[in-house]
């Protein structure tokens, strides 16, 4: 009778996280919490602070002041504008840069990164050389009496064009990696081209469509360099809340200055949350595709 062989099979060894002594871990997790504490808890805590020591009375009073509502008010009308005309062009551009091949395909992509890659402030001072007094089209403007420096157009612009990149820059990975073929199919079965989007297209990116959006939203409303280049800080006019934070400051209204702030905080803590909300969605969607895609063993799970 053969001998029995043996085989000898090595123990499958730990990840190397695991592996890692504790004292590691502890450290690493430390030093992640004291950043996290040192540069964004504490300066949060800071801002929420310095708004309330006065009273809550007092800080109210700041926000319903007339010239803060104003910037309130057109900070939300800047995002309410600019957003919808970056998710129209966010879309278009992924469409185009996903579904087609063009000469040209590698500037219009370089050229959507743009904003990303310039200053704000160079971004302003562009749209002086444009629309200023002295700049190309300035006297054509002023001989019909439109107003886009120092004016709300010019806010609006501004910021359209420094938070256009980011719906754009969501969609058109997701899209190239989806590929056309479930349009193609949608179209040889007689779907015209709306019907294809609405049914096919959107619900394939609508998350990262919303993930743009929030971001290109939180952009906008936080955007101080191009904004304060064209918008001439003139007070009760074209100051959004950053600008009229720095003027308040500037004027050592310290109270009024940080109840601004905070109110810019909490517009960022709500589009933390959405984000947060937005990835978790994701993530559970993901997550569901992949057990879907997992085939069933035979016997029902069974292993014999």
């Not at 063009?102 to 992509?109: A, C, D, E, Q």
């Not at 700049?135 to 612009?157: E, R, Y």
């Not at 101080?224 to 100051?239: E, K, L, Q």
């Amino acid at each position: 009778m053969a001998g029995t062989v043996r085989l000898r099979v090595s123990p499958t060894k730990a990840p190397q996280a695991v592996r890692d002594p504790a004292w590691v871990r502890v450290l690493l997790i430390a030093i992640t919490l004291l950043f996290l504490g040192l540069f964004l808890l504490l300066p949060l805590v800071s801002v929420f602070y310095e708004a309330l020591r006065g009273g809550v009375r007092l800080y109210f009073a700041s926000l319903i002041n007339a010239d803060a509502m104003t910037a309130v008010r057109l900070t939300l009308l800047t995002a309410g504008i600019a957003v919808p005309c970056n998710l129209v062009f966010g879309l278009a551009a992924a469409w185009a840069l996903a579904k087609f091949e063009f000469r040209g395909k590698g500037t219009l992509i370089t050229l959507i990164d743009l904003p990303f890659a310039v200053s704000p402030v160079v971004s302003g001072l562009v749209f002086v050389l444009l629309f200023g007094a002295g700049g190309w089209f300035g006297p054509w403007l002023t001989a019909n009496n439109l107003h886009i420096i120092f004016a709300v157009p010019g806010v609006v612009l501004a910021t359209m064009f420094v938070t256009f990149p980011f719906v754009a820059r969501e969609l058109i990975p997701l899209m190239q990696e989806q590929g056309s073929e479930e349009e193609q199919a949608a179209l040889v079965l007689g779907a015209g081209g709306w019907k294809t989007f609405w049914h096919v297209t959107l619900p394939n990116i609508k998350w990262a469509l919303l993930y743009g959006v929030i971001l290109c939203n939180a952009r906008a409303m936080g955007e101080f360099g191009a904004v304060s280049v064209v918008s001439g800080h003139i007070r009760g006019r074209t100051n959004t809340m950053p600008l009229h934070v720095e003027i308040l400051y500037n004027e050592y209204n310290f109270q009024a200055a940080f109840a601004v702030a905070s109110l810019l905080a909490l517009l960022a803590l709500v589009t933390l949350a959405a984000k947060t909300l937005v990835e978790w969605r994701v993530r559970a969607n993901m997550g569901q595709d992949e057990s879907a895609e997992t085939p069933t063993p035979p016997g029902g799970g069974m292993t014999l």
